[in-house]
């Protein structure tokens, strides 16, 4: 399983950017989807996820101002960013929680990580 992430990028302070992150290979089925970023010098946090049946979850810091989706036909998670901060500025990860095909047995799969760099 392969999970392949892009839409990373510099944008200023109040602009908006909008990750994918398509997952490929043996899958069966995936549970929850979403992601996470670590900033220079920070753990790595959960910025939001999403599970199969649409329920959604945010850190405190994004909510109002990210959205998350997926598309379950093309097993790919989006992350709609507005009202981007400087302090958004981090390594955006994302992951997947993937039963393979002929498995009922759920494993994360990350993504290579996109860079997002917000300048105020």
Not at 19 to 39: E, F, H, K, T, V
Not at 54 to 82: E, H, P, W
Not at 97 to 113: C, D, F, I, L, S
């Amino acid at each position: 399983v392969q999970l392949q992430a892009s839409g990373g990028g510099l944008v200023q302070a109040g602009g908006s950017l909008r990750l994918s992150c398509a997952a490929s290979g043996s899958i069966s089925s995936i549970n929850d989807m979403g992601w996470y970023r670590q900033a220079p010098g920070k753990q790595r946090e959960l910025v939001a996820l999403i599970f199969s049946g649409g329920v959604t979850n945010y850190a405190d810091s994004v909510k109002g101002r990210f959205t998350i989706s997926r598309d379950n036909a093309k097993n790919t998670v989006y992350l709609q960013m507005n009202s981007l901060k400087s302090e958004d500025t981090a390594v955006y990860y994302c992951y997947a929680n993937v039963a393979r095909e002929y498995t009922t047995y759920y494993r994360v799969h990350w993504g290579q990580g996109t860079l997002v760099t917000v300048s105020s």
